[in-house]
């Protein structure tokens, strides 16, 4: 069965991280973009990393310039404007494609046929929860605030406590 441990991403500096790091914790991926209408979700995802930190709980950031060109930025340029905005201390990736043959093996997977959600991202700040186990739980379309989130994370939080 395949989990978030089998993958690996580029941070944002470009030093490969393995997500068998996040072995254990509760992850929330979103793709993210700095110029979209639910940019201001990165304040609420924030939020989240913050208070689940110290219970084994992370958001992950993929920045992705695929929908209407709202990522344009470089690494630092987005990094800069996540931390001097919005106080993002959470990891942030490399900025890549979510669909396509662009995408990674990682956004394959989320999206894939033999995803629990198999439809490609159809927009910046689609969300997927992952559990301790790193099993993909729970899929959120954009609209879905980073508040209406956290009682699923708590409840992954418990359950595996």
Excluded at 54 to 76: H, I, S
Excluded at 110 to 119: F, R
Excluded at 130 to 147: C, F, N, S, T, W
Aim: charged letters at 20%; glycine letters at 12%; aromatic letters at 12%.
């Amino acid at each position: 069965m395949t989990t978030i441990a089998d993958f690996a991403a580029n941070l944002g500096d470009g030093l490969l991280q393995p997500l068998a790091q996040y072995r254990g914790q509760v992850l929330l991926i979103v793709n993210t973009a700095s110029e979209c209408g639910y940019t201001r979700q990165y304040a609420g995802l924030q939020e989240l990393h913050s208070t689940y930190q110290g219970q084994g709980f992370c958001v992950l950031g993929f920045p992705c310039n695929q929908f209407g060109g709202q990522e344009p930025g470089d690494a630092r340029a987005i990094h800069d404007f996540c931390v001097s905005r919005f106080g993002v201390s959470f990891p942030l990736f490399e900025k890549g494609d979510v669909n396509g043959a662009g995408a990674s093996p990682l956004w394959h997977w989320l999206t894939g046929a033999d995803s629990k959600h198999p439809h490609p991202v159809k927009w910046n700040f689609t969300k997927f929860l992952i559990d301790r186990k790193g099993r993909l739980v729970k899929r959120y379309e954009p609209a879905a605030e980073p508040h209406d989130i956290a009682g699923d994370i708590e409840a992954l939080l418990q359950a595996a406590a």
